[in-house]
């Protein structure tokens, strides 16, 4: 049935064992991020089986999935936690991401009332200028986490390359690197994790020839596509194509290349222009951004995507006779993955096979 996602589970776990030896060659560790295909378990399971034993989710939902159908791991909560959802991020995370003290002595009071201790990694700013404490704010901010109850400090972390595009370079990593040692020797503790980022560490790495104290990275994207994510380059030796994205054509017709009559806004509030090509067949898809984010999209077959509205995505079919009930299979990037997996119109189908 179509709308589809054709997901290869050995494709993901064999970028996944290829990954694992990759990054352990130098002495780094990764965490599995599930949150681009919201923590489904039959992914989940596939990155335990192939050795990653903590999975990271910037979703509690994803997290408590996961927790329920019984995948043997360590869970993560990627970003740091919502006052309102404190409960369930004790309840179902082990580790949580965090960047203010109000938040970690609620899970504080939260852990001590539950009788647990919940172990945090505090991210530091290094220009991306997500989420991350000022590292002339650290030493305070410390020593104010270790004074609280059933909270243990685990480990620092850093973000790149997700908002501001910031590379983790060879000075970024020093600094971070330098920064744990500082912390440990002031603070007499150890720091299990140093989280040197994510996928678009991957020309860092491979570059560097001391990693220093980081022996972590998060990552999401070059399991599931193959790719760094500092200029989608493809990764040697992993698979590009563990998901297919299928859609139907649901009308087929030979109309002109440009709309006619007086143009105001369309469904997105933007007045489109559209290239004249004369006569051309229009193929539209039963799909639009509601099921998933069409712009991330590339057509695997020789047509081309001129637009679409919530429920509908229009093809050029160049010299395609599509006709009604043909399927068109499509790659994906990261963020129309992301949106297909979190789109109940979309059926998942799982492949166990090359």
């Given amino acids: ?76 909560l990627l970003r740091t936690p919502a006052l309102s959802e404190i409960d369930s991020v004790i309840k179902y ?25 919940h172990k945090i990694i505090l991210m530091i700013e290094m220009g991306d200028l997500r989420e991350g404490i000022m590292s002339e704010n650290l030493d305070e901010f410390i020593d104010e986490v270790l004074k609280l109850p059933n909270i243990n400090l685990i480990g620092i972390g850093a973000n790149f390359a997700c908002f501001g595009g910031v590379k983790p370079t060879k000075d970024k990593m020093e600094e971070l690197s330098s920064l744990s040692q500082e912390i440990e020797k002031k603070f007499s503790i150890s720091l299990t994790y140093v989280s040197g980022g994510n996928s678009a560490n991957y020309s860092w790495f491979k570059t560097t020839e001391n990693i220093g104290h ?31 994205f299928i859609s139907e054509v649901i009308e087929s017709k030979i109309k002109p290349s440009v709309p ?52 509908h995505t229009v093809v050029d079919a160049k010299k395609i006779d599509l006709q009604v009930g043909d399927e ?25 096979s090359l």
């Fill in 1 to 76: 049935m179509a709308p589809r996602i054709e997901i290869n589970t050995v494709k993901i776990g064999m970028n996944a064992e290829v990954l694992l030896k990759l990054y352990r060659s130098k002495g780094i560790d990764i965490m599995g991020v599930t949150k681009g295909v919201c923590g489904v378990p039959e992914i989940a399971k596939v990155l335990v089986d192939k050795g990653i034993h903590l999975l990271g989710d910037s979703n509690v939902k994803n997290l408590k999935k996961m927790r329920e159908a019984n995948i043997n791991a360590e869970f993560f």
């Fill in 93 to 117: 995370a082990d580790i949580s991401l965090n960047t203010e003290l109000a938040i970690i002595k609620s899970l504080s009071a939260e852990a001590k009332k539950k009788n647990v201790v």
């Fill in 214 to 244: 980081i022996n972590n990275l998060r990552v999401g994207e070059s399991i599931l596509l193959g790719k760094e994510t500092l200029y989608r380059m493809n990764i040697p030796g992993l698979f590009t194509d563990a998901f297919t």
């Fill in 260 to 311: 006619y009559g007086e143009i105001a806004q369309n469904t997105v509030g933007l007045s489109p222009h559209f290239e004249d090509r004369g006569t051309i067949r229009r193929a539209i898809l039963g799909v639009g951004f509601q099921d998933v984010q069409v712009s991330g999209l590339t057509p695997k077959v020789d047509v081309e995507i001129i637009g679409s509205s919530s429920d």
């Fill in 328 to 352: 068109i299979a499509f790659s994906l990037n990261y963020a129309a993955l992301l949106s297909v997996m979190s789109s109940p119109n979309v059926s998942k189908q799982y492949i166990h």
